[in-house]
């Protein structure tokens, strides 16, 4: 087992991460930018090392700088938490040249995965049901166009590279295509530095459902349940539930073999997400797979009892999994959301700032996994999560009902939250009924239900 971790990356994963460390006796070291040297796992960690200036490009995104510090203060392992540059095939084996343990998959899976087209193609010779759509990259909108009217309008455009929404563009007329995939296409370019692009069958009123899963390097694969991450904004999420309501016992357990087969077929060697989108009759299908720990991992963890962290970290060291299928035993529903510093009033702007007075729920079935503090300031720099808010119950009715009362428990002053949003959402009809799709957040702000 590792002796001495870095973690390369900032806020609640680093400090989660660092839990999980000490939890196993290793020692952690942070690197941290010139922006967050006040940051809590900054003050948590047993080393710390100061990478460069707040913008992430001088700090957690140098490869340089965090391989150096690394070397510097003898670290055998590091891991990238998710974002930044978890998911960078290039960080990997620049890990791997010096001799260090990156703490994920092999570089060569998040180069077979992090390509949608190229993980499409796989999906589809799988045997795993995939989108209809292009079964080539396209770079111009004239072919583009071609393949577009072959699938069938409405459709969806997909950067390649794409994540978090950027290069994605929905549309549902021949009219509007070309200028639809030239903008996402600039935007992939801007975003990933690739302007690979495929289309795709849009899904009208889909639910987002991932399935949860480790592999080790000796071929095990295990799932761990489902989160439904219908909820979400511009494809950023907002709450996270397991099990899903939109899906059958049935599809569920089609759905985890398809996930456990994706897995296998790339033999996955990593705590990673199947990510499926389920369209209204039910029916699932393929949309991509995260090569890292989620944000939402915390979910999971209070469904299953596990610590995927820790078994992360083990898998990376070369142990076989600790636990098998028949382990897994889903218990109970479970609830995230995530609070962040931003005004859903103003579409949802930023409110970076120094946080004043802060209280945060706790009891029975209530997990928080936060990196603020009375007096810490939430840089512009970063991402605006303050904290993620987690509940378990016996089911889904008294986990709404938990998350309630967390919610109306949490004090946060000095800056703009959307706790009182998140109140609303867990008050709403269509999402106590299990209804709410990805298009549930735009119609809500509307008032349209």
Known sequence: MFKRVLIANRGEIAVRVIRALRDMGIASVAVYSKEDKNALHVRLADMRVCIGEGPARDS???????????????CEAIHPG???????SEFARKCAENNIVFIGPDADIIDKMGNKSAARKMMM??????????????FDAALAMKEAEKIGFPVMIKASSGGGGRGMRECFTPEDFEDAFNTAQRESANAFGDDTMYIEKLVVHPRHVEV???????????TLGERDCSVQRNHQKLIEESPSPAISDE??????????????????????????????????YFMEMNTRIQVEHGVT????????????IRVAAGEKLSFSQEDIVLKGHTIECRVNAEIPEKHFMPSPGKITNLLLPGGNGVRVDSAVYTGYTIPSEYDSMIAKIIVHAPDRASAIMKMKAA??????????TNLDFQYKIMNNPTFCEGKADTGFIELFVKGGR
């Open 407 to 416: 919610l109306d428990e949490t004090l946060i002053m000095g800056v703009d």
């Open 251 to 284: 599809t569920r357990e089609r759905m985890y073999r398809d996930a456990a087969l994706a897995a296998k077929t790339v033999s996955y060697n990593s705590a990673g997400t199947i990510e499926f989108i389920v369209d209204q009759s039910g029916e699932y």
């Open 60 to 74: 957690y995104l140098n490869i340089d700088a965090i391989i150096s510090a690394a070397i510097n203060t003898e």
């Open 212 to 222: 949860q899963l480790i592999g080790d390097k000796f071929g095990n694969v295990v």
């Open 125 to 138: 010779a799988a045997g795993v049901p995939v989108v209809p759509g292009t079964k080539e990259p396209v």
């Open 82 to 88: 998710y974002g930044f540059l978890s998911e960078n």
């Open 301 to 312: 963890e209070m469904e299953t009892g596990t610590d995927l962290l820790v078994e992360q």
